[in-house]
């Protein structure tokens, strides 16, 4: 079992910053997985923010890559996405997702922390 602690979240004016964490703990087997944050805003469907491997590789959706910034601690089982530049657009629930590479490529969730943008 992989449980994941959220931290961060809040309401920011547009152009501002938000910092997102997660940690993993539990029973972690897999040493080829995946560590990211989905959001769902209202009316639409969840979606891939950002992921990190392992093995540093980074993916990020085209409506926030250059804007955001994901990195990770292997040793703490962390991940940390750093949100500049915010949009009105980008107000959703963000949750910190694990998912294994391989195998039945099982999937964890952590709980959503709300992130509002707003004037």
């Known amino acids: 079992q992989v449980q994941l602690v959220e931290s961060g979240g809040g309401l920011v004016q547009p152009g501002g910053s938000l910092r997102l964490s997660c940690t993993a703990s539990g029973s972690i087997f897999s040493i080829n997985h995946m560590m990211g944050w989905y959001r769902q805003a209202l009316g639409k469907e969840r979606e891939l923010v950002a992921g990190i491997t392992t093995i540093g590789s980074t993916t990020y959706a085209d409506s926030v890559n250059g804007r955001f910034t994901i990195s990770r601690d292997n040793a703490k089982n962390t991940v940390t996405l750093q949100m500049n530049s915010l949009k009105p657009e980008d107000t959703a629930v963000y949750y910190c997702?694990?998912?294994?590479?391989?195998?039945?490529?099982?999937?964890?969730w952590g709980q959503g922390t709300q992130v509002t943008v707003s004037s």
């Open positions: 997702n694990y998912r294994e590479l391989s195998g039945v490529q099982l999937q964890y």
